[in-house]
């Protein structure tokens, strides 16, 4: 275990920094503390820092710190954003690296639980536990951002707001699933200064590229990489993940040597925002109670 100085500062309040690596200049925010490794989030398509659920970032962040960060060319960092899973991943490492920290636990949500897979497989020893949320394998079924509908629907309508999209795409067409969405939604403007720049139509072409490639199938065992995945593995998502099907949750699941899945009920791919208390406690036991 790690102990960390317990920080006053929250999500709403943390300030942003910056840290250069391999020639980009980071932004990230790092609050909390305690004995837990310090967690790193990697974010969803198109997601900045100010995405992320306060109410999750600061639960977990009651027991570790937490480093939220915006990705080469993506909110506050600067530099052009790459079109490939594997060189984000390189880009995360570079910031890990800079930061100076040996060892974390990592979550990933959507195309940023592709980048936390590939971060494993390069650098194993990096990652004590892994949480994936809302996510698939390389070469997963369905895993097409916007060359699929609904997601190529939704995205191509120029005429929806980013609410719009977000409860379409991330809550169940229910009213509890759409009342969530909308509480979500007032929770990510929470903070209200010092907040990151949305991301620009080219963070948004290259991510889907890099979802893609990442979705097609490869040459070689399909899922095999997954096997090389040790580290204790949390998968959580919605019943009905209409991003990227949930039907890859279970194959994560099935094929990471030590992996537990968690599926909650009338949600989809923002089901951790859906249920954000349940979410905390779900990584708090998994942490709590997993070691290596």
Same mark, same amino acid.
């Not at 275990?1 to 790092?30: C, K, L, N």
């Given at each position: ?5 317990? !920080?006053? *500062?929250?999500?709403? @309040?943390?300030?942003?920094? =910056? $840290? &250069? #690596?391999? %020639? ?59 079109? !490939?899973? *594997?060189?984000?991943? @390189?880009?995360?490492?570079? =910031? $890990? &690296? #800079?930061? %100076? ?59 929806? !707001? ?72 949390l998968v959580f998502n919605g019943i009905n993940d209409v991003m990227i099907p949930t039907t ?45």
């Amino acid at each position: 275990m790690s102990t960390q100085i317990m !920080s006053t *500062q929250t999500h709403e @309040t943390a300030p942003t920094r =910056f $840290v &250069e #690596a391999d %020639g980009t200049r980071f932004a990230y925010r790092r609050f909390g503390g305690g004995e837990g490794l310090p967690l790193l989030f990697c974010q969803h398509f198109t997601g900045t820092m100010d995405n992320w659920d306060p109410v999750i970032t600061n639960t977990l962040a009651q027991e570790r710190e937490v480093i939220l960060f915006d990705n080469r060319g993506v909110g506050s960092s600067n530099g052009e954003t790459p079109d !490939s899973v *594997q060189a984000m991943a @390189t880009d995360a490492l570079a =910031f $890990v &690296e #800079a930061l %100076g920290l040996k060892q974390i636990d990592l979550l990933g949500f959507s195309i940023g639980g592709m980048v936390a897979q590939q971060m494993v497989l390069d650098r194993p020893k990096l990652v004590k536990h892994l949480i994936l949320a809302g996510t698939g394998p390389e070469g997963g079924e369905g895993i097409d951002i916007g060359g699929l509908p609904p997601s190529s629907v939704v995205l191509a309508d120029a005429s929806l !707001s980013h609410f719009d999209r977000q409860q379409r795409l991330f809550f169940a067409p229910t009213e509890t699933s759409q009342s969530a969405g909308r509480a979500f939604f007032e929770r990510k403007h929470w903070r209200k200064d010092d907040r990151d720049p949305e991301a620009t139509p080219a963070v948004a072409k290259a991510q889907t590229i890099a979802i893609k490639s990442w979705g097609e199938q490869k040459k070689g065992e399909r899922y095999g990489r997954l096997k090389e995945i040790r580290q204790p593995t949390l998968v959580f998502n919605g019943i009905n993940d209409v991003m990227i099907p949930t039907t890859n949750s279970y194959i994560l699941a099935l094929h990471i040597p030590d992996a537990r899945l968690v599926l909650y009920p009338d949600s989809g791919h923002g089901a951790l925002s859906q249920y954000p208390d349940q979410f905390c406690a779900e990584v708090k036991l998994f942490l709590a109670n997993t070691h290596r």
